[in-house]
């Protein structure tokens, strides 16, 4: 299982965070009585703020989430996502090696299980006709058999990296919904992590990492970055 720790804010403004979320941690509660959250972590280190996120991220990616500190800034941020003036960049551990040193995904997303029948009810598929989606990529670093890419998230439908690349080819290694075979993602809910599930998948989360984000507030960009966490350095060495 994956050591969940406590999160680091990495960017600090009176109207805004930016905190740096491990794998394995909810971003909020999902119901009551559930595992500490997130935002249950930041309420506690600012409890005077009214605190509002403003993106939100799969409980096995990890990396940067923003948070409103005030009402009138989580309006103002909403604005600022929903029009795509927020760049939003993960890396992403695929399997495959690419060989087009950029590229982009244009092709709509929506629930697969609206369309057809499907396993797994939230899984995303590419449906013509539905909700526009657009991912750019870069090549960060080619190793055997896999790359690592440097992903720009234009639009922010709900797991676009991860249906967008499994549509190409290149899914993201430990993906058990969108990887080799959803299969996994079923026996990971009846049995959770096994060896065989290790042989298949070499990592226990969808190595997907929220690295930066750029801010354009009052006439300036805020940055915030986050490096590579350990589990994919150490992935990354493992497949060298």
Not at 26 to 42: A, E, F, I, Q, S
Not at 140 to 150: A, F, I, N
Not at 178 to 204: A, K, N, Q, S
């Amino acid at each position: 299982m994956m050591a969940v720790m406590s999160p680091s804010v990495v960017l600090e403004h009176a109207d805004l965070l930016v905190a740096d979320k491990p794998a394995g941690q909810l971003v909020h509660p999902t119901k009551p009585g559930g595992p500490r959250t997130l935002l249950d972590d930041l309420r506690d280190a600012y409890p005077a703020a009214g605190l509002r996120l403003v993106n939100r991220l799969d409980r096995e990616t990890s990396g940067l989430v923003l948070v409103a500190r005030n009402p009138a800034s989580a309006a103002r941020l909403a604005r600022l996502i929903g029009a795509g003036e927020i760049q939003k960049t993960y890396l992403a551990l695929v399997w495959g090696e690419v060989r087009a040193g950029r590229g982009e995904i244009v092709a709509p997303l929506d629930r697969l299980g609206a369309h057809a029948v499907a396993r797994v009810h939230l899984k995303r598929a590419i449906v013509p006709g539905t909700h526009g989606a657009r991912t750019g990529y870069c090549v960060e670093r080619r190793l055997r058999g896999h790359t690592l890419l440097r992903v720009r998230l234009h639009t922010g439908r709900l797991h676009q990296i991860r249906a967008h690349l499994a549509s190409i080819g290149f899914p993201i290694v430990g993906d058990k919904l969108y990887g080799p075979d959803e299969r996994h993602y079923l026996r990971f809910i009846e049995t959770g992590w096994t060896p065989e599930l290790e042989r298949d998948l070499r990592c226990p989360r969808h190595a997907l990492h929220a690295a930066a984000l750029d801010i354009p507030w009052d006439g300036s960009v805020l940055r915030a970055q986050s490096p590579l966490p350990e589990d994919m350095v150490a992935l990354m060495k493992r497949v060298m």
